[in-house]
Structures are given as structure tokens and as C-alpha cells.
């Protein structure tokens, strides 16, 4: 038995085998991803009650805002962890030191969520120095590996400058205080530093060994963290109503079509064999699943506030909240066309037909809810939208993603 196995001495950072067979998620990655749970679960919390109390704007705006933050926290660690995890003592501390990192920023979301809703400034203090936290780990394990892998240098200060630039301009925002508008409208500067570090860093100056299966798996594992938050909403609704009766039935049975339709068809897409076989797409692959991310677990605060409808703990009407289910699921699903058109490189015009009934299953419900029809039969109803994709692929759909595989391998 290798003595890494029982022992966890110091490891250099060399980098690791970017055609490593059989790299899968770690045991420490997969309780790194436990700390995120929370962050989105607090972060469709906040926006579940922002829709229910109808402050529809200022919930989405921070939604929005709050899922930037969490993605990016989870993509900073996996792509450094995908090149250089070492998985010895020193690299476990400092993992552990960006979860509770992750920890504090999430205790700081209901009171930026609060701030955009009334608030003269934007309220980001506790987010921000939950990300001082994760960010001085990070800079720890750039360094680390700038000093173990000299032919990746470049790469590894192009990193470690645009993280701790980026830090310290949302540290002077946070300090700072501007109204909400400008802190908004400043925040451009350190967000452009954030996305464009790694960009810089992979394609200009030598870039880091990830590996394109094990990144596959990881953002696979986080996007079905975020399904989770479906599950979570509709058990909510299930406890709003009570019993067991044959609407809760048909609730549980539209929340659980509903999640799975959604986990089936981002799963069809070949997402390991892309970036295998085209390394250079890999930012179009990985920030593209932000807005992804954001749809899921927006979906699962759609369930929460339909519990808060039937719970009589809302302002919104019958319409209302089907939107707030119909509203994340429409862009979920033009997400993952768009998604998959552009970072395939390619265009199957059957995929229009199935964009087309897609949108009559969304539009379907919202119309039965101005009819007045029980809620239960809309998102019985709405939860049909994902599946016609499924059917659509298994049927037809299947030869056109044999086709791009195909053209990936040639």
C-alpha cells in the first residue's frame, strides 16, 4: 500500500497527470462540495422569501449576485484542485480553512438580500470576509505551487495576482459605502479581474494540467447538489399542505419529474469527451454553467414559495407563483440549449421543435393558473418541460449527439 495512503506527508505541488485513467472526485472534494449545500440552500431560502413577500426585483438582483459569489468560490477550488491536488496534511488545512470560508459568506447573504431589497448601501461586509478567508488559502496554494512546478510560473502569478487584485477591490467596496446602484456598477472592475485572471493564465502564459474527466465529474456533482434544491422545495409544499391526500401525491410526483427531468437532460450531454477532446473550450464550458447553476436552484426556490401559496404565507397570486417555478425552468432549459449549441459547435434543427413544445408546456400552466385551476395540476403540468427533452433525445435526438462525438474523436 503506497505510503501517501496511510501517512499524509508533504507533497510536492508538480502538478498532476492531466491523462490520469480512472480520476475521480476525492473524499475531501466531496465534503468541500457539503459546505456549498449550504450556500445555495441559504441563497434559494432568501429568494424564496423575497418572491413570497413580492419583492420580486430586488430578490432576483440578489440572487444573482449571491449565486456569482458561491459558483465562483466552488470554481476557484476545483479547477486549482483538478491540477495540483496533493491531498497531503497541508493542502487538507487550507481546504478546510476555505470551507468555513464558504461558511461565513454564507451567513452574510439574508443581509445583502435585505439591503438590495430597502437598503441605501449594499450590505456585503460578512460575504466579503468570508471570501478574505477562502482567498488567502488560495493564494497560499498558488504559491505552494509556483515554488513546486517552476515551468507552470507564469501561469500560477497570473493566478495569484488577479485573485488577490480582484480581493481587494471588494474589500474597498465593502468598506466603502456607496449607494446599492454604484456599488453594483463598480463591481464590474473586480468581477472582469476575476474571469479574466484564469483566462489570461491558461491561454496566454502556459496554462495548468486539469483534467478534463475529473472536471466533468465535479461540476456533475454540483449540479446535482443544486438539484437538490428541488427536492428540497418540494418537500416543502408536501409539508405546507399536510396529510396524505391525492394532491400531495401529485405534488411530490410534479417537484420529483421536475428534478429528475432536469438531471436527465444535463447528463445527455457529453460534457468529459469535450473538453477532452477541446481543452480550449473549457471557459465557455465552465463559466457557461453559472447561469445553469443559478436556473436549478432557482427552480427549487420556486417550489419553496408555492409551499409559502399553499401555506397561506404569500403575497403573490395563483399566477405569481407558477411564474417563480415556470420563470428558472424556461431559462434552464434555453440554457442548456444554448449551452450545449454553442460549446459542441453545432446545430440540429429537430432541437428547435423540442424548444418550441417546451414552451408551450411553460406557457400551459401559467395560462391554467389565470383559469384558476388547482396550483398542484400547473406544476403537474410544468413538470412535463424537461421531459420533452428526454423524449426528444432518446428518440431522435441521441444521433445528432453520436454525430458531434463523432466529430470530437475525428
Known amino acids: 500500500m503506497p505510503e501517501q495512503t496511510l501517512r499524509h506527508r508533504i507533497v510536492r505541488m508538480t502538478g498532476r497527470d492531466q491523462d490520469e485513467e480512472h480520476r475521480p472526485a476525492t473524499p475531501l472534494e466531496l465534503l468541500f462540495d457539503l459546505a456549498f449545500v449550504v450556500a445555495f440552500g441559504t441563497a434559494a431560502n432568501e429568494l424564496a422569501h423575497a418572491l413570497a413577500a413580492d419583492h420580486v426585483t430586488s430578490g432576483i438582483i440578489a440572487f444573482a449576485f449571491a449565486t456569482f459569489g458561491i459558483a465562483w468560490a466552488w470554481i476557484n477550488f476545483t479547477w486549482f484542485a483538478s491540477a495540483y491536488d496533493t491531498d497531503d496534511w497541508l493542502y487538507r488545512l487550507a481546504t478546510m480553512l476555505q470551507m468555513v470560508g464558504v461558511m461565513v459568506f454564507a451567513l452574510g447573504l439574508p443581509a445583502m438580500f435585505a439591503s438590495v431589497d430597502h437598503g441605501d448601501t449594499l450590505d456585503n461586509d460578512v460575504m466579503v470576509w468570508g471570501y478574505v478567508v477562502m482567498r488567502v488559502p488560495m493564494l497560499f496554494q498558488w504559491w505552494r505551487a509556483s515554488r513546486h512546478d517552476p515551468g507552470r510560473r507564469r501561469s500560477h502569478h497570473a493566478y495569484l495576482v488577479s485573485i488577490a487584485t480582484?480581493?481587494?477591490?471588494?474589500?474597498?467596496?465593502?468598506?466603502?459605502?456607496?449607494?446599492?446602484?454604484?456599488?453594483?456598477?463598480?463591481?464590474?472592475?473586480?468581477?472582469?479581474?476575476?474571469?479574466?485572471?484564469?483566462?489570461?493564465?491558461?491561454?496566454?502564459?502556459?496554462?495548468?494540467?486539469?483534467?478534463?474527466?475529473?472536471?466533468?465529474?465535479?461540476?456533475?456533482?454540483?449540479?446535482?447538489?443544486?438539484?437538490?434544491?428541488?427536492?428540497?422545495?418540494?418537500?416543502?409544499?408536501?409539508?405546507?399542505?399536510?396529510?396524505?391526500?391525492?394532491?400531495?401525491?401529485?405534488?411530490?410526483?410534479?417537484?420529483?419529474?421536475?428534478?429528475?427531468?432536469?438531471?436527465?437532460?444535463?447528463?445527455?450531454?457529453?460534457?468529459?469527451?469535450?473538453?477532452?477532446?477541446?481543452?480550449?473550450?473549457?471557459?465557455?464550458?465552465?463559466?457557461?454553467?453559472?447561469?445553469?447553476?443559478?436556473?436549478?436552484?432557482?427552480?427549487?426556490?420556486?417550489?419553496?414559495?408555492?409551499?409559502?401559496?399553499?401555506d397561506h404565507h404569500s403575497k403573490l397570486t395563483l399566477v405569481g407563483t407558477v411564474l417563480t417555478v415556470a420563470i428558472p425552468l424556461a431559462c434552464y432549459v434555453m440554457a442548456l440549449y444554448v449551452f450545449y449549441a454553442v460549446i459542441s459547435r453545432s446545430a440540429d434543427p429537430f432541437h428547435l421543435l423540442l424548444i418550441a413544445l417546451s414552451i408551450a408546456f411553460l406557457v400551459a400552466p401559467v395560462v391554467m393558473a389565470a383559469a384558476d385551476i388547482n396550483m398542484v395540476w400547473c406544476l403537474l403540468v410544468l413538470s412535463l418541460t424537461p421531459w420533452v427533452t428526454v423524449v426528444g433525445y432518446e428518440t431522435v435526438g441521441y444521433r445528432h449527439n453520436a454525430a458531434v462525438l463523432e466529430g470530437l474523436r475525428g
Do not use: K, N
Request: charged share 10%.
Open 166 to 310: 480582484a480581493q481587494a477591490l471588494w474589500c474597498v467596496l465593502a468598506i466603502v459605502d456607496f449607494s446599492v446602484v454604484t456599488t453594483f456598477a463598480l463591481m464590474i472592475v473586480p468581477f472582469l479581474i476575476e474571469v479574466g485572471g484564469p483566462v489570461y493564465a491558461e491561454r496566454t502564459v502556459g496554462g495548468t494540467p486539469w483534467h478534463p474527466h475529473h472536471i466533468a465529474e465535479r461540476y456533475g456533482l454540483m449540479v446535482i447538489i443544486a438539484l437538490g434544491e428541488g427536492m428540497i422545495g418540494t418537500m416543502a409544499s408536501l409539508t405546507a399542505l399536510g396529510g396524505l391526500t391525492l394532491d400531495i401525491a401529485l405534488l411530490a410526483l410534479a417537484g420529483t419529474a421536475m428534478t429528475f427531468g432536469m438531471w436527465w437532460t444535463y447528463f445527455v450531454l457529453p460534457h468529459a469527451e469535450i473538453l477532452h477532446a477541446r481543452r480550449e473550450r473549457s471557459f465557455g464550458w465552465g463559466y457557461g454553467h453559472m447561469p445553469l447553476l443559478g436556473a436549478i436552484v432557482a427552480v427549487g426556490a420556486g417550489l419553496h414559495v408555492a409551499a409559502y401559496f399553499l
